[in-house]
């Protein structure tokens, strides 16, 4: 019972973390209808930048805001200058347009930060509080990782339900031509959803690197989780993508702690497919049947 | 044929549009002006092209040949965000809400075109600080006051009877404070007495605003319009005062053998194209 305890004190973390990198590719979905599989190369690459910044100044709040800001561009950059051009021809194309900029931020990384896998210390203590004659398996940069996602995760429902861009940016994705008709900007409303997933994406990375390594594919894996979370959540959900996400890293770390991390992948697989055979429309989604 | 009218001040004109979709021709060089301050109707049988006049109006729809003229200019290269700010506003046949927005934010939505702070201040600034968000929000609850549904302000559309959504998506319409209101099928599912009422409401905006109307209920367009235009497989066959489109026997000859419209309830999808 108590290792049932310590291996979910272990995911919530790593599920704060999976509930972001999900949020980021349902922003994603809900704007543009792509699967952006680059989604978590451009937080790899976000990643090396707050890691060249923190080695620079010491600081790793600095890392973090710039890594955040530069979320912001490639997001844009990546929508204007892929998937933008390559949707006007198809939609399918985009999708595998998203590997292409995988691909090549990878490479690109590689060629400026070398191939081999850089550690990326926590700012503060990674080792469990200890209470009740025990340690937990749960530290002040846990803590900190949830203060930080569930911060985060308000601050973009604030924006999302009470301000007037939220409002065009969720009209944008349900409906673009209504939304035209009413004045919205909608190429901008999408461009800014693709800007705010990268702004998530960079956070969910900089978060997580202390707990892998940071390498040009060292996230890939990470794909696999949030893709499979977003998918159970509906794809156009947020708060599914939330609660599949946190649910996914205790699931991972349940299977890790009682055989083998190893096994965490496959059981992601095993998810989505039922999923897919059970509820293919999502949990959270208010749409039918997808053709996905 | 070519129907042409002497126009004194058209607000808004078709000049010669045409229109094909693969090789089928839906409009065939349609002039038709709406005169400002006017209720203009626009009639014709199923498929004639009214909603087809409407997306080339708006922009959703290039037309082969042939131009639109606002306010005595050529609308080119129109943006379709851009109409709600140079004063002309649609309405979608159908109802077009969004159903996962309240009635409110509905109709908050309609003024858009009018939010002038940028996307990184309207998303950094608290809401409670926001005199704009509190203007615009103002002017939708104003809006819906005008359309009676001021009460329904924090439903979903999906909660809401069908004539209710047809008003709040008229409020939407009119936020944005229009100088133009194309509007498509209004009446389409709601009873006689929400017609009589939207037809009185109608003619309250005139002549402050101009208003073109497309509609099937032939009570209510002779009852409101000044002028009306007859659309029929894609060229205008006839335009006059209710009166004389009544007598018209090209009009008469274009509805014979038509059903009768009033009955019609295809009006649960959103045509947009
Ligand atoms: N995007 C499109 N592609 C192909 N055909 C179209 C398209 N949009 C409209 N049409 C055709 O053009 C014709 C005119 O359509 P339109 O919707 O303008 O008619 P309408 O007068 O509004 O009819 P209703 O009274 O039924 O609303 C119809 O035959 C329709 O099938
Ligand atoms: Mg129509």
Redesign the interface.
Known sequence: MIDFIDYLLGGISSGAIIALMALALVLVWRSTRVVNFAQLGQAMFTTYIALTVRELTGSWFLGLIIAMAAGLVVGVIVHFLVIRPVKRLDTSGAIIATFGVLIALEALAAMVWGGDPEAFPPPINNSGYEAFGRIWPFSPYDLLVLASVVFLVLALSVVFTRTNVGLAMRASAFNPEVARLSGVRVNRMLALGWAIAGLVGAVAGVLVAPLSTLSPTSFDIFLVFAFTAAVIGGLDSLVGAVAFGIGTGLVIALVSGYSDSSNAPLVALVLLVLNLLFKPEGVFSHHKARAV | MRYHLPLTHPLLQTVDISVSFGGLQILDEVSIGIPEGSVTGLIGPNGAGKTTVFNVM?G?VKPDSGKVKYEGNRLRHVK??????MGIS?T?QGV?L????TAR?NV????????R?G?VA??L?M?WT?A??RH?RDKAEAAMAELGVLSEADRLPGEMPYPVQKRVALA?ALV?DPKVLLLDEPAGGIGAADMRELGRLIRSWVPERTVLLVEHHMELVMEVCDLIWVLDAGKVIAAGSPEEVRNDPAVLAAYLGEDDHEDDHEDDH?T?H
């Not at chain 2, 969004?98 to 927005?101: I, Q, R, T, Y």
């Open positions: 708006t959703f379709t965000h851009h109409l709600t700010k649609r979608l077009g969004f159903p996962s927005l934010e908050m939505l309609g003024a858009s075109g009018h939010v702070s996307i309207d998303a600034a809401p926001d704009e968000q615009i939407r944005s959103e947009v």
